[in-house]
C-alpha cells in the first residue's frame, strides 16, 4: 500500500506543479485593451462550447451510467463516473490555462522569442502534468479505495471491472471531446475561410468575422482540449488494462499481487517527476526551438531509466525472482517461461490460466522497450513531418505542377508514413513478449504512457503559439511579434503530429494486452465453453474485416461531417452580416458566442452517430453472430473485432496524421520561400493540400485511438455483463 | 473425365467466339485516313509497349522459373510457365483487339449511338471470352494432362503443387501487367497534361503532342492489357484454389474426387457459354446506355442458374449424396457436418485433416451466393460511382467551394464505399460456410468468377471508346460524334469501377480458401509441427500488422511511381520540341513510339520495386521469424501474414478505386452542365479531383488483387520448397 500512497503523492505533485506554474502563466501581463478584448472573445467562445458540450455528453453519460448500474453494480458505476468527470476535467482545465496563456504569449513575444516559448510551454506543461497527474490520481485513489477501506483482493472480479468501468468513462468521454473538437475547430476553420476570404472578401484573421473566433476557438477545443482528454484516456486505459492483466493472469499472494499491481502507478508516479525536472530544461541555447523542447524531452526520458530502475527494484524486491506461474517462485526461469508461453494457446482454449514467468529485470527491459519505442516515433514523425526531411520537400515539389500532383504526393507520404511505425511496433511487441509474455508487452505500453506528462506539454503548446500569433495579427501587433509566434507555431505542428503517433503506437502496444485482457475474461466467466480463436474458423475473419471497417467508416463519417458543420458556418455567419451590417462597418461587435453555438451544436450533433459507432458494433456483432451460430461463435467473432479494429486502425490513424501533419508543414515550408513563395501556384496547390489534410489529421486520424479502446473495453464490459457478474 | 472434355470444348467455343468475333469487328471500316493515321500511331505505341514489357517480364520469368525448377521440378516449372504465357497472351489479344476496335467504334459512332456502341462492345466480348476461354483452357488441359496422360492421380502432391505453380505464373504476370500498365496510362495522362495544355499551350488531344499517343496508348495498356491479366490471374486463381482445396480437404476415391474436382472447369465451361448468350442481347431499346450493358449482364446471370444447376446434377450424379468425410457418404448429413465443424479448428492443430460434409444442393446454394454477391457488388459500385446517386452528387456539389472541400468529401466517399461491399462478403462468407464449409466458400468464388467473360466484356468496352473519343476529337469529326462516344465513355467509368470490386471481392471470399490450404498444406507437410493460428499468439499479431501494412506501402509506391514517371514524360516531350521544331508547326511527325518506349521504361523501371514486395516479403517473414523464435512461430507469422494482407488490402483497393471512380464522375456530372458546368470554378476543383483519382483507380488500387495473390500463392509454394517435394 506504500507504493500506492507513492502514486498519490507524486499525482498530487503534478496537480501543485500545476497550480503553481499556472498561477505563473497567470501572473504575467495580458497585453493591451485590444488583445484582451480579443482574448476575451476567445474565453467567451470557450465558455459556450464547453458549456453546451458538457451538458450533452452528461446525458450521454447518465444514460450509459445508468445502463451499468443496472448490468454491472455500483462500484462499476463509481468508476465510470470518476474516469468521465476527471477526462472531462482534463481537458477542461487544459483549455483554460490555454485561451488565457495565448494573449500571455503574444505580450511575452512582444519582448523576445525566448520569452514566448516560455509562456507557451509552462500553459502547455500545466495541461501535460493535470493529464498525467489526474489521470495517476484516478486509478491510485480508486484502487487505495477498493484495495483499502472496500476491503477487496487485489484481483476481486469486481476491482478489475469498477477499473474496466473507469477506462470506459474516460475513454467515452474523450471520443466526444476528440472527435467533436476535431469537428468544430475544422469545421469553423474551413467555413471562416469560405465566407470571410472568399465572400466577404475580409483578410484571415479579421475579428469582424464571428467565425474567426470560433476559429481561434477551436485550436483549444480541438488542439488542447480534446488531445487532453484523448491522452487522459490513452493513460488510464493504459495503466489500467496493465493492472487489470497482472490480476487476471498472475497467480501469487494477495500481497505479491498488491505490489505487482501497484508497480504501474508507482512508475507513472516517478515518470511525472522526471517530467517536471524535464520542463525546466526546455530553454533556448543557440540551437532551434525544436532543440529546446527536445532537451525538455530528453532530460525526462534519460532520468527516468534510472528512476525506473529504483522504483521496480524497491517495489518488488528482489530484481531476479520469477514472477508467474504459481506466484514469485525461485524456481528454473526458462523452463518455467517455455512450458508456459508454448502451451499458452491451447491452455487458454482448454480453460487453463495462461501466466508467464518473468523476472523484475525483465519488466525493466520491457519498460526500456516502450521508451525506446516513443524515442523512436518522435523520431519518425519528425522526418516524415518535419520541414527538413525528404517526405514535407516532396509534396512541396509536387505542389508546382499543381494542386492534383500535390494531393497525390501527400497521400503517396501519407500511406508510406506507416511502414517505420509499424515495424518498430512489431518489434517491440516481439521482443516484450519474448522478454515477459503478455505482461511485458503491458509494461512496455505503461512506460510508453509514463511520459505522457512531458509529451501532452509539447503538443498543448502548439495550440496556444498558434493562438498567440492569431492574437497578434488581429491587434496589429509589431511584425517581429507575428514571425517569432509563426516559428513558435512551425515546431508545434510536429509536435502534434508526434502526440498522435504517440497515442496510437501505444493502442498498437496495447492490443494485445487488450485481447488477453478479453480471452481470460472469456475463461473466467465461461469456463465451459470452447471458443475457437483461430484464423481458420471464418467468424474469426467476420469479426477481423468488421473490425477493421470500423475505422473506414468512422473516418468517412468525420470527413462528412467537417464538410457539412462548414456549411452550417457559413449560412450563420452569412446571416450575422445580413441581419447586423454595423458588423461590417466595424461599430457593432458580432456575436461571437452565437457562431460558436452554432458551430458546437453542429460539431456534437455530427460527433454522435461515429461516437455510437464503436460503443455499439461490438454488441451489435456478439449478438447477430450469437443468433447465426450460437454462443463461441459470437465470442470469436467479437475478439476478432478487437484486433480488426487495432490492425486496420493503426494504418488508418498514421496515416491520417502523418501525411496532414506533412501537407501543413509542406505549405509552410512554400512560405518560407521555396518554389515561388507565398501567392505563388504552388503556395495555392499547397493551401489545398493543407485543407485536405485539415480534417485528416485532426478530426478523423486521432480519434480513431478513443475509437479503438472503446470497442475494447464495451466488449470487455459486454463480457462481464453477459455473465450477470457486478 | 468427360467433364474436363466438356469444358476444354467450352473453353475452345470461347477461343472461337473470339476469333469470329474479331473477324466481324475487323471486318468493319477503319474510317478516313487522317483516323487511321492517329489509330496506326496508338498501334505503334502499343508495339513498343508490348515489346519492351514482355521483353522485361520475361527476364524476371525465366529467373523465377530457375528457381521454381530447382525447388519444385518440371511439372510445377511447367505450370508456371502456362499460366505465364497464357495471362500475356490473354493482355497481348485484348490490347490488340482494342486498338483496332476503337478507331473502328469511332467511324460506326458517326452512323449511330447504336453502331458505336455494338463495335465497342463486340470488341470488349473479344477480350472477355478470351480471358475466361484461355484460363478455363489453361487449368483444364493440364489437369487433363496430369491426371490423363501423366497419370497422376487428383489429390496427388504434384498436381496441387503445379495447380498452384499455374496460379502463380498468371499472378506474377498480372502484376506486373497491372502496375506497370497503371503506372503507363496514368504518368502518360498526367505528363502529357502537364507539358501539353500547360506549358506549350495546345489543346488536350491535339496530335502534336508526342505524349498524347502515349496517353491513348495507356488506356489500352492499363485498363485493357493490365485488367485483362488481372482477370486472367483472378479467374486461374479462383478456379485453381477451389480444385486444390478439394484435392486437400475431401477424402475420396479418385473417381469420385475427379468428378468433384472436374466440377469448377464444367461450372466454368458453362458459364461462357451462357455469357456468349449474354453479349447478343446487349442492344439499345428505350432505355440508357448503362441498361443495354446490364441487358447483357442480367442475362447470363439468369441463364447461370438452370445452367449451373444443371451442370451439378449431371456431374455429382445425386444431388442430395453427403460429399465429404469418408467420401460420397450416404450418412446422416447434419450430424456428419456437426461432427466435422465444431472440431475443425482443433482438428486442424492435431493434425486430424478438417474435411467437411455437404451435399451436391449445397453447393448449388453456395453458387447462388457467389451470383449474389456478383450482383450486388455492380449494384453498390454503380450507386458509389454512378452520376445519379448521392455519392457522386455529393463530390460535385463539394466542388463548389474549392478544391479542397472537393478531395475532402471525395476521401469521405472513398472511405464509406468500403462498408456494405464488406458487409456483402462478410454475409456470404458464414452463408457459405455454414452450408459447405470452406468448400462452400470456393465454390461461391468459383460462381463470381464463372461469369468473369461477361464482366471483363463490360469493361473492356471502356477504353475503346474513351479511345475513339480521342481519334474523333483528333481527327476532326462532326461533334456529335463525340457527343456520343462521350456518352459510351461516361458509362465505361462505372464498369471500370465495377471489374475492380469484383476482383477485389471475389479475393475477399477467396482468402479463407486459400488459409485453408495453406493450414492444409502445412499439416500435410510438417505433420509433428503444432502451430498456433490463434490471435493470443503474438507471432499471429505481428503477421497481420505487417500483412496489413504491404498493400499501404504497395499503394505508397504506386502513387510515387505516377508522380516520378510523368516527370520523366515532361523532360521527353520538352527534348522533341527542343530538337525538332517542326512538331509543333505541324511539318513534321513527333516521335510517338519514343515517348511511348520512355513511359514504357519508367513504368517497368518504377514497378519493379513493389512488385518484388509480395514476392520476398512472406520469405522474409518466415525465415526473420523463424531466427527469432523457431520454424512453428514462423509459420504461424507467414499465415497471419496472409489474412492481413487481404483484411487491410480489401479496404484499400475498394476505398481506391471506388473512390476514384466517383471523383471522375463528379467531374463528367459537372461537365454535364451542373454546378457552373466546364470551366467554372467547381469544374477546375473537380478536375483536380479527378487528377488525385486517376492514381487511386487505375494504378495503386486494381494492383492490389494480383497482390494479394502472389503473397498467398508464394507462401503455399515456400511451404511446398520448405518440405523438400517436387
Given at each position: 500500500?506504500?507504493?500506492v ?15 503553481v ?14 488583445m484582451?478584448?480579443i ?19 452528461a ?13 454491472l ?7 465510470f ?7 472531462g ?5 487544459g ?5 488565457r496563456a ?21 500553459s502547455?506543461?500545466?495541461t ?9 490520481l ?5 484502487f ?7 476491503g477487496?483482493?487485489p484481483?476481486d ?22 472527435l ?12 471562416a475561410?469560405l465566407?470571410?476570404k472568399?465572400?466577404a ?8 468575422n464571428?467565425?474567426?473566433i470560433a476559429?481561434?476557438?477551436g485550436?483549444?477545443v480541438?488542439d488542447c ?14 495503466l489500467?488494462v496493465?493492472?487489470?492483466?497482472i490480476?487476471?493472469?498472475i497467480q ?6 498488491m505490489?505487482l499491481?501497484?508497480l ?9 517527476i ?11 541555447g543557440r540551437g ?8 525538455g524531452?530528453?532530460?525526462s526520458?534519460l ?11 524497491w ?12 506466484g514469485?517462485?525461485?524456481?528454473d526461469?526458462?523452463a ?9 494457446a ?8 495462461a501466466?508467464?514467468?518473468?523476472t523484475g529485470?525483465?519488466?525493466f527491459?520491457?519498460?526500456m522497450?516502450g521508451?525506446?519505442?516513443t ?9 516524415y ?14 505542389s ?13 507520404i501519407?500511406?508510406e508514413?506507416?511502414?517505420l ?5 512489431v518489434?517491440a511487441?516481439i ?12 509494461f512496455?505500453?505503461?512506460?510508453m ?11 498543448a503548446y ?11 495579427e488581429m ?10 509566434t509563426?516559428?513558435?507555431d512551425?515546431?508545434?505542428n510536429?509536435?502534434?503530429?508526434v502526440?498522435?503517433?504517440y ?8 492490443a ?8 481470460t475474461?472469456?475463461?473466467t466467466?465461461f ?25 473506414y467508416?468512422?473516418g468517412a ?26 458588423i461590417?462597418q466595424?461599430t ?35 449478438f447477430?453472430?450469437r ?16 484486433l480488426?479494429?487495432?490492425v486496420?486502425g ?9 501525411g ?11 512560405e518560407d ?6 501567392g505563388?501556384?504552388a503556395?495555392?496547390?499547397?493551401v ?8 485528416y ?7 480513431v485511438?478513443?475509437?479503438i479502446k ?13 455473465a450477470?457478474?457486478?
Amino acid at each position: 500500500m506504500t507504493i500506492v500512497y507513492l502514486a498519490i503523492v507524486c499525482g498530487l505533485i503534478a496537480v501543485l506543479y500545476g497550480f503553481v506554474t499556472s498561477r505563473q502563466v497567470l501572473s504575467a501581463s495580458p497585453g493591451n485593451e485590444r488583445m484582451q478584448d480579443i482574448a476575451a472573445a476567445i474565453q467567451e467562445g470557450a465558455r459556450a462550447y464547453l458549456g453546451r458540450q458538457y451538458t450533452t455528453i452528461a446525458i450521454v453519460g447518465v444514460v450509459v451510467a445508468a445502463v451499468l448500474f443496472a448490468t454491472l453494480g455500483t462500484l462499476s458505476t463509481i468508476g465510470f463516473v470518476i474516469g468521465a468527470l476527471l477526462s472531462g476535467l482534463a481537458g477542461f482545465v487544459g483549455m483554460n490555462i490555454s485561451v488565457r496563456a495565448n494573449v500571455r504569449t503574444a505580450e511575452a513575444a512582444r519582448g523576445s522569442l525566448q520569452g514566448g516559448l516560455t509562456m507557451a510551454f509552462r500553459s502547455g506543461a500545466v495541461t501535460g502534468m493535470l493529464v498525467a497527474g489526474l489521470g495517476l490520481l484516478a486509478i491510485a485513489l480508486f484502487f487505495w479505495y477498493l484495495t483499502g477501506p472496500s476491503g477487496l483482493l487485489p484481483n476481486d472480479r469486481a476491482i478489475v471491472e469498477a477499473l474496466t468501468a473507469l477506462a470506459f468513462g474516460a475513454s467515452l468521454i474523450s471520443i466526444f471531446a476528440r472527435l467533436g473538437g476535431g469537428i468544430f475547430t475544422k469545421a469553423a476553420d474551413v467555413g471562416a475561410d469560405l465566407v470571410g476570404k472568399v465572400e466577404a472578401g475580409i483578410p484571415e484573421d479579421d475579428p469582424r468575422n464571428p467565425a474567426v473566433i470560433a476559429d481561434n476557438v477551436g485550436d483549444n477545443v480541438g488542439d488542447c482540449a480534446g488531445m487532453a482528454a484523448d491522452l487522459f484516456e490513452t493513460y488510464v486505459v493504459t495503466l489500467g488494462v496493465t493492472m487489470v492483466s497482472i490480476a487476471l493472469l498472475i497467480q501469487a499472494s494477495p500481497a505479491e499481487l498488491m505490489r505487482l499491481m501497484s508497480l504501474p502507478l508507482a512508475i507513472g508516479g516517478v515518470c511525472i517527476i522526471t517530467s517536471i525536472i524535464g520542463t525546466y530544461m526546455v530553454r533556448l541555447g543557440r540551437g532551434s526551438i525544436m532543440g529546446a523542447l527536445y532537451k525538455g524531452f530528453w532530460t525526462s526520458a534519460l532520468l527516468s531509466v534510472p528512476a525506473i530502475w529504483a522504483i521496480t527494484q524497491w517495489t518488488l524486491g528482489d530484481m531476479n525472482a520469477v514472477i508467474g506461474g504459481a506466484g514469485f517462485l525461485d524456481a528454473d526461469r526458462d523452463a518455467a517461461f517455455d512450458a508456459i508461453t508454448t502451451g499458452s494457446a491451447d491452455a487458454a482454449i482448454a480453460g487453463v490460466p495462461a501466466a508467464t514467468a518473468f523476472t523484475g529485470t525483465d519488466l525493466f527491459w520491457c519498460m526500456m522497450i516502450g521508451l525506446a519505442v516513443t524515442g523512436l516515433i518522435v523520431w519518425i514523425t519528425e522526418y516524415y513531418t518535419g520541414t527538413n526531411y525528404r517526405p514535407v520537400k516532396s509534396i512541396a515539389k509536387a505542389s508546382e505542377t499543381g494542386h492534383g500532383t500535390n494531393v497525390i504526393q501527400g497521400l503517396a507520404i501519407s500511406l508510406e508514413a506507416t511502414a517505420l511505425p509499424t515495424l518498430v511496433i512489431v518489434i517491440a511487441v516481439i521482443a516484450a513478449y519474448k522478454l515477459a509474455g503478455i505482461i511485458g508487452i503491458a509494461f512496455a505500453a505503461t512506460a510508453m504512457l509514463a511520459l505522457a506528462g512531458m509529451v501532452v506539454a509539447l503538443d498543448a503548446y502548439g495550440p496556444v503559439t498558434d493562438n498567440a500569433g492569431g492574437i497578434a495579427e488581429m491587434a496589429g501587433l509589431e511584425d517581429e511579434v507575428r514571425e517569432r509566434t509563426d516559428a513558435l507555431d512551425a515546431v508545434g505542428n510536429t509536435t502534434k503530429a508526434v502526440t498522435k503517433g504517440y497515442a496510437i503506437g501505444s493502442a498498437g502496444l496495447a492490443a494485445l494486452v487488450l485481447f488477453g485482457a478479453y480471452t481470460t475474461d472469456l475463461r473466467t466467466y465461461f469456463p465451459d465453453l470452447t471458443v475457437d480463436f483461430s484464423l481458420s474458423n471464418p467468424y474469426v475473419i467476420v469479426g477481423l474485416l468488421l473490425g477493421a471497417l470500423l475505422p473506414y467508416l468512422f473516418g468517412a463519417f468525420g470527413m462528412t461531417a467537417v464538410g457539412r458543420a462548414a456549411g452550417a458556418v457559413v449560412e450563420e455567419v452569412r446571416e450575422q452580416f445580413r441581419d447586423n451590417p454595423g458588423i461590417m462597418q466595424g461599430t457593432s461587435r458580432p456575436n461571437y458566442g452565437r457562431t460558436v453555438d452554432l458551430v458546437t451544436r453542429a460539431a456534437i450533433r455530427e460527433m454522435i452517430v461515429p461516437s455510437l459507432l464503436p460503443v455499439l458494433s461490438p454488441i451489435a456483432l456478439y449478438f447477430i453472430v450469437r443468433a447465426v451460430d450460437g454462443q463461441a461463435s459470437g465470442f470469436a467473432a467479437l475478439g476478432a473485432m478487437l484486433l480488426g479494429v487495432i490492425v486496420s486502425g493503426l494504418f488508418v490513424a498514421l496515416s491520417m496524421t502523418s501525411g496532414g501533419g506533412a501537407w501543413d508543414n509542406a505549405k509552410k515550408y512554400i512560405e518560407d520561400g521555396n518554389h515561388g513563395g507565398k501567392g505563388s501556384e504552388a503556395h495555392k496547390a499547397a493551401v489545398t493540400g493543407d485543407t485536405v489534410g485539415d480534417p485528416y489529421k485532426d478530426t478523423a486520424g486521432p480519434a480513431v485511438n478513443p475509437m479503438i479502446k472503446i470497442t475494447n473495453i464495451v466488449a470487455l464490459l459486454l463480457l462481464a455483463a453477459l455473465a450477470g457478474h457486478g
